[in-house]
């Protein structure tokens, strides 16, 4: 399994607008076949910093993710409305 | 629930140390009523960055966990291993 963890930091004034993207986009993400665990979040100290907490089977989940016509078509907007982001991918360390 | 996101940069050379100690800690915070989930990550193209995931009930799970035995007494050992420190609290955003 791979966790990846997505932060942003909205531009000032458009996190309805950002939402309203983001839910599409985890109504469609939530469907495809590798797709764990697809959520946004919201920073307890700080509300522009939004993080989309993600969990996928593998690589190749993330990689038809990237290519899906869902990405191509949301991310582009989305990318609009953040001042910044920050992307890690992580994965389990088992003792 | 509240999830953490504890993103680190470790010093060189320390990392076997790191998650010595890491494994102390979660081995005790995982005992913890209010632990759902609390496990470290690599960072999967940086494997200097690992992040320690969490999730709790409350915050007042995560208050008595900040003031535990095995945090005061593992905390500071691993601070002094560490380079950068980022620390995110986040709420799911339910549509």
Aim: hydrophobic fraction near 35%.
């Amino acid at each position: 399994m791979i966790q990846i963890v997505a932060k942003y930091k909205l531009k000032p004034g458009v996190k309805e607008e950002y939402l309203r993207l983001s839910k599409e986009l985890i109504d469609e993400t939530r469907k495809e076949e590798g797709c764990i665990h697809y959520s946004i979040y919201e920073e307890i100290n700080d509300s522009s910093i939004l993080a989309m907490l993600e969990e996928w089977k593998d690589e190749d989940a993330i990689v038809s993710h990237n290519n899906s016509d869902h990405m191509k078509r949301i991310i582009p907007e989305l990318k609009k409305l953040r001042e910044s982001t920050e992307i890690n991918l992580y994965r389990e360390i088992d003792f």
